[in-house]
């Protein structure tokens, strides 16, 4: 099984990424990006490229003579965009998206980058634009986006009938589905060499896992002599088949499409999900909803009280943290001793556990930036995911169920949709029993009302 390092051999890529995996550190970058613009306004769907770029102040400038898109150095120091504006809107807008994560790696002003321009692709630059596309996808379907996708159908037919309703790449689609879905499944991307070894074999170049996947599958690791990938010999042909793939034990279902080539190769990309048949995996729990009090929380066992404060003052006096401080005064009191005494920890993404007696505990996660009204969210989501990272640790390791309201989602003005995938992706998804509660009466919809970026 190939390792990053006999893989993936971009400079740009090296420089990213060294010694962590390239796609999760492309990914996680790319979601950062939507993380500081959702808190500063940006709002979908439809997630507006043009606008994320505004955001970034990199100029976006159309340009007939060139074939899609290209990053181009400025005069002293930053980068600006050029695009064809000829092209289709959803070309349009992945290659803006694609170019904006060009920007993502750390060495992005020393040439120009051209999206598909095959005349100024050099060795292994097709990497490079690989990893532009999975931060592409990230960007123009964001987590919390599009959260119906879960129940969707996986058969390749119905996702490229979504993909034109959508109107995003198909890799784009896949990505989204497969980080949604319950089933035990992952999305893959894998391509034929035109030269080198084993150039008439087609080799995953990344895969990503669902929820419930729980195998390894490599960059780089070598699909049979006679896998149905051989059949997408075009654009957007379909193939369908039953396979055994290296180091998993399973036979998988296998769905595919023939996608663009690399920029240079004669052959098509394939894109595809690879599903584990139903009854061989074990189903990771989801998010459990009840109405209730949260500072009353149900079960056995140790329970713990997770909630979110903000980084300017230790003393709670609103929303739910509000309810904590009256209904455990020696937690407040903790608390405020505790940021007193480590003021340097009293900052985004740190927290601080306090134990109430041997069945129950309090979490407080400093991921609120301020408090007071704001046009923008005062959520952090980046730091609200640190924490529930370490949450998660806590959980496992003292077999702890958490009990929450939709936490982010009141006064820090938060999307419930991106916080509910926070939840699932450091919580549920590690078999952490997780419950949030809703107040008898109150309002049970999963997203809080953003602005758009311009409004005022």
């Excluded at 119905?158 to 790449?169: H, I, T």
Aim: charged fraction near 25%.
């Amino acid at each position: 099984m190939a390792t990053r390092n006999q893989f993936w051999t971009h400079p740009s890529i090296l420089r990213l990424a060294r010694p962590s995996d390239p796609v999760g550190c492309i990914t996680q970058k790319a979601r950062d990006l939507v993380f500081d613009a959702i808190e500063a306004g940006w709002s979908g769907p439809p997630f507006d490229p043009f606008a994320l770029a505004d955001h970034l102040k990199l100029p976006v400038i159309p340009r007939e003579d060139i074939l899609d898109a290209r990053t181009i150095p400025m005069e002293g120091e930053g980068v600006q965009i050029e695009f064809n504006p000829n092209r289709p809107s959803g070309r349009i807008r992945f290659s803006i998206a694609h170019e904006v994560a060009h920007t993502l790696f750390p060495d992005c002003q020393e040439r120009v980058r051209n999206r598909a321009a095959r005349e100024h692709m050099l060795g292994d630059d097709w990497q490079l634009e690989l990893l532009c596309n999975v931060a592409a996808a990230e960007l123009l379907m964001p987590i919390g986006s599009f959260p119906d996708l879960k129940d969707k159908a996986r058969s390749i037919d119905s996702l490229m009938e979504l993909r034109k309703q959508y109107d995003v790449s198909t890799e784009a689609l896949l990505l989204r589905v497969v980080r949604l879905t319950d089933a035990a499944c992952t999305m893959f991307c894998a391509s034929r060499r035109d030269q080198g070894d084993a150039s008439d074999r087609y080799r995953i170049d990344y895969a990503v896992g669902s929820r419930s996947w729980s195998h390894s599958l490599a960059s780089g690791v070598l699909l049979p002599v006679s896998t149905i990938m051989r059949e997408c010999t075009a654009i957007g042909f379909t193939a369908k088949g039953d396979e055994q793939w290296p180091g998993i034990p399973p036979k998988l279902h296998v769905e595919a499409v023939g996608i663009p080539p690399f920029p240079k190769h004669r052959y098509p990309r394939v894109v595809g999900i690879a599903q584990v048949p139903d009854g061989l995996t074990t189903a990771r729990p989801r998010i459990t909803y009840l109405r209730g009090d949260a500072t009353r929380p149900r079960g056995l066992g140790l329970r713990i009280i997770c909630h979110v404060v903000n980084d300017k003052t230790p003393r709670w006096g609103g929303g739910f943290a509000l309810g904590v401080r009256r209904g455990f005064s020696d937690v407040q009191q903790d608390f405020m001793s505790w940021a007193e005494q480590h003021a340097d920890l009293f900052t985004l993404g740190n927290a601080q556990l306090c134990n109430v007696d041997d069945t129950l505990a309090i979490f407080s996660m400093i991921c609120q930036k301020g408090y007071g009204s704001s046009r923008t969210p005062r959520v952090r989501y980046a730091a609200m995911k640190t924490c529930l990272d370490r949450l998660g640790d806590i959980a496992v390791t003292s077999a702890a169920s958490i009990h929450m309201p939709r936490i982010g989602c009141g006064q820090a003005g938060g999307a419930w949709d991106i916080v509910s995938e926070l939840i699932d992706e450091s919580l549920c998804s590690r078999g952490i029993s997780v419950t949030v509660y809703d107040l008898p009466g109150s309002d049970s919809g999963s997203s809080a009302v953003q602005k758009g970026l311009f409004e005022a």
